[in-house]
């Protein structure tokens, strides 16, 4: 049986448990997530979130990407959310990534170069920065309530970046 196999009869013993539930399309806090696609993030466990709270918007890196923005655009002007948090991480598979190497072995495996970075970065703090410094210059976000933050993968604690 393959993984896939396995959450399918997982989701079937979930939908007979679960029952009918009636929710809200826009989340019940007004809240936008934008964060890494990384598996150790938990974020409704770390921020006490519940199913409908907020929306969560992932990629590799938590990156202000423009489909990123294009989300987080839907989330506010239809959607009603108001507040969004960029939750970066330690020890990100990005950090000091070499992106023009892993760039040049996708070309010579493939043939074609991405036409899309990868957003290797050094510094987790100044990537929580760039990433905010983004989502405030776009002109289709509110940008009255944009906060970035640093999840430690290691302890789940969560660290503000000014």
């Known amino acids: 049986m393959s993984v896939i196999d396995e959450l399918l009869a997982h989701n079937r013993a979930y939908v007979s448990a679960h029952g009918q539930l009636v929710m809200a399309t826009a989340p019940r806090r007004a809240l936008a997530v934008l964060t890494c696609m990384d598996s150790r993030l ?3 466990g770390a921020l006490g979130l519940e199913l409908g709270d907020a929306h969560l ?3 590799a890196g938590g ?4 489909d990123a923005l294009r989300s987080l655009m839907i989330s506010q002007r239809l959607l009603g959310t108001r507040s969004v948090m960029v939750v970066h991480h330690t020890r990100c598979g990005l950090e000091g990534l070499d992106e023009s190497r892993v760039l040049d072995d996708v070309a010579a495996a493939t043939g074609a ?6 957003g290797a970065f050094v510094d987790v703090n100044q990537d929580v ?7 405030r210059a ?22 503000e970046v000014i």
């Not at 920065?129 to 989502?135: I, Y």
């Open 42 to 44: 938990d974020l409704f």
């Open 113 to 118: 170069r991405p036409g899309f970075t990868l």
């Open 63 to 66: 990156l202000a990407t423009d």
């Open 138 to 159: 776009s002109s289709f976000l509110d940008s009255t309530d944009i906060r970035g933050f640093v999840f430690d993968v290691d302890d789940g604690s969560l660290r």
């Open 57 to 59: 918007v992932r990629n």
């Open 129 to 135: 920065r760039d990433t905010l410094g983004a989502l």
